[in-house]
């Protein structure tokens, strides 16, 4: 028998959110089948060590459009993204965390702008960020400036990972080469028609934040890396201007050594052997970055690998991993 393709996938990766589960999928169902179309929803498990699995196992008794996808381990947001977004089966896919804060009801606006407009992408993007610290709505608004500048000003400011896309827009995902890539900058790249939908982003509805500080310190640095030389450049540049000052340096030691006031210039001979250690320091940290990813793609590990899928009539291969 062959099954009828969804007009709609909606894709949640999750990890530990046994809590916040059943206020998603009472939330979530409510406004999906408000829709009158056929859908699945894909909830990629990424190596929950709750009960995560046990209760997604429940709600699909009562729920059979609710797909399991099941990674080995835990393997990070973005690589359960892109497991779940390479293994959806509707003709728009939507991609949601699981935390609430992006509200569901804002997937009907989405679906309904790209088929008027059509469009292949439609950014959530948050209209207010007041419910941020000072502190998160200052780094959020650098994160996305850098992002701009490095990548163009395709890349929308507050979008995170609420988007939808049309399954050309994930086809073309996946014949990229990149083993895991970071979404928010690759959909931008992919040049495709887009859109966007404002919302207000809520506080969490339970549990605790799966992306703290180190997570979030570690998405802007792959997202520089992997998008983008400039930090290659910068060091380039920082060797230039270490070569100037040494220059400036060496012309002073002449003139203090005719004027016999050598001894008196160790500080000068102090921080020139600081900065010329950082700069190096640095440098050779930056090339270490580039480097350590040349490795990873030579290597050719999968980001994931797919222990379970409920959907029985789903394709076992992936070609992106």
Not at 49 to 62: M, P, S
Not at 124 to 137: A, I, L, N
Not at 176 to 191: A, D
Not at 228 to 256: E, K, Q
């Given at each position: ?113 790209a088929r ?27 994160y996305y ?59 969490r509805a ?116």
């Open positions: 028998m062959v099954v009828a393709e969804p007009a709609l996938s909606v894709v949640v990766p999750m990890f530990n959110e046994e809590s916040v589960l059943p206020l998603l999928v009472s939330r979530l169902r409510g406004v999906l089948d408000g829709l009158g179309e056929p859908y699945e929803v894909v909830a990629v498990d990424d190596g929950s060590t709750d009960n995560t699995l046990v209760a997604l196992h429940a709600a699909r008794r009562g729920w059979p459009q609710l797909r399991i996808v099941r990674l080995r381990r835990n393997s990070g947001h973005q690589a359960a993204l892109l497991a779940g977004l390479m293994r959806a089966r509707g003709a728009y896919v939507v991609s949601i965390d699981a935390d609430l804060q992006d509200p569901p009801e804002t997937i009907v606006d989405m679906l309904r702008l008027s407009e059509r469009l292949d992408i439609v950014y959530g993007v948050r209209g207010d960020r007041t419910v941020d610290t000072p502190f998160k709505r200052w780094t959020a608004g650098l400036r850098l992002m701009r500048r490095l990548v163009g000003k395709q890349v929308p400011a507050n979008a995170g990972d609420f988007r939808l896309l049309s399954r050309a827009a994930v086809e073309a995902l996946r014949e990229l080469p990149e083993r895991t890539p970071v979404l928010r900058l690759v959909v931008p790249w992919l040049g495709f028609p887009s859109g966007e939908v404002t919302f207000l982003r809520a506080e339970a549990g605790r934040t799966k992306y703290p500080m180190s997570r979030m310190m570690s998405l802007a640095a792959d997202s520089v890396t992997s998008f983008s030389a400039a930090p290659l450049r910068v060091a380039t540049w920082l060797g230039l201007a270490g070569v100037v000052v040494c220059g400036v340096l060496v012309v002073v030691a002449i003139i203090a050594f005719f004027l016999g006031a050598t001894v008196s210039g160790w500080p000068s001979l102090y921080v020139a052997v600081l900065f010329l250690g950082a700069v190096q320091l640095l440098c050779l940290g930056l090339l270490g970055e580039y480097v350590a990813r040349i490795y990873t793609a030579v290597q050719a590990r999968p980001a994931y690998f797919i222990a379970e899928d409920t959907d029985a009539s789903a394709e076992l291969a992936d070609s992106l991993r």
